[in-house]
């Protein structure tokens, strides 16, 4: 089987900070990681590799140092890794990332086969959009399957797969024709480390880089600020919180704790002991 898997370099959201005067993130000096939920899609990815035989390819759209993402995903266990770079891109918004992204899947499909499965994690941790997913499969005429928790088999024969999607008030099992578009969700699975043979391959693999001419992007005003209608207004940190927890003593019963604790909730908020008879009423 072939398979592709989109990953994204992100910078560490655990160490980003915003300007105090501009209102913008400051990336310096904070070191860049793979987007983590593109990691569950890349250890599915591997694992029906594993069973089925085939190879995995993995495919990101960013500046030359995102190189060092793929680099890390070949580390990991993937076969190959293509690098869409271009300063034609600078500025993309989901609708001119997926854009770009589909056409190199194409251009992917030409030199190296059609693909079987195209993986992508379920959103990014500097974005949190969930739009470049779907918006891929959208752009392939592929079906997407969204928010996935299980891979429970899958026939390379049959041409089909059956799944787990985790879905408001339950979780749907589905089965579908391939190809298709697959987002995990986090925890779908224990990312593996990597052998010291796959790391060794990295460290000297070289990385296919293509431009936008590379990847027979032809129409260029659908890339970068051009195809990007969405406008960022303004980043902001949240303004930290002034007022403190308060204790509640524990009363004799849990009820009594309970009672106290709905107390102490609607005299911090008058409106919601209203609110709240309303709703229970059916008024």
């Not at 993309?92 to 770009?100: H, N």
Request: positive net charge; charged residues 25%.
């Amino acid at each position: 089987m072939k398979i592709l898997v989109c990953i994204k370099q992100v910078p560490d959201s655990a160490q980003i900070r915003v300007h105090p005067v501009t209102n913008t993130i400051m990336r310096q000096g904070v070191p860049t990681i793979i987007n983590p939920y593109d990691l569950f899609s890349l250890e599915e990815a591997l694992k029906i590799r594993d069973k089925f035989g085939g190879e995995v390819t993995v495919l990101t759209m960013g500046p030359p140092m995102a190189s060092e993402a793929l680099r890390k995903a070949l580390a990991i266990g993937a076969d190959r890794a293509i690098l869409l770079t271009d300063r034609s891109f600078a500025g993309s918004d989901t609708l001119a990332t997926t854009y770009a992204l589909s056409q190199a899947i194409r251009k992917i499909e030409k030199v190296y086969g059609d693909q079987d499965i195209v993986f992508a994690g379920k959103q990014t941790i500097d974005g949190d959009t969930a739009q470049v997913g779907p918006g891929v499969a959208k752009r392939l005429n592929i079906l997407q399957l969204t928010y996935v928790s299980k891979i429970e088999s899958c026939d390379p024969e049959k041409r089909e797969i059956i799944l787990e999607r985790r879905a408001e008030g339950g979780v749907q099992v589905l089965k579908t024709k391939l190809p298709c578009l697959i987002t995990m969700l986090e925890g779908s699975n224990e990312v593996r480390r990597g052998t010291i043979d796959d790391s060794l391959r990295a460290a000297r693999a070289q990385i296919v880089t293509w431009s936008a001419k590379d990847a027979e992007i032809a129409d260029l005003t659908k890339c970068g600020l051009k195809g990007s209608p969405t406008i960022v207004k303004k980043v902001f940190a949240p303004t930290p919180r002034t007022d403190r927890a308060k204790l509640i003593e524990p009363g004799k019963t849990a009820g009594d704790t309970a009672e106290a604790m709905i107390g102490a909730i609607f005299a911090r908020s008058a409106s919601l002991e209203e609110d709240m008879t309303k709703l229970a009423s059916g008024f």
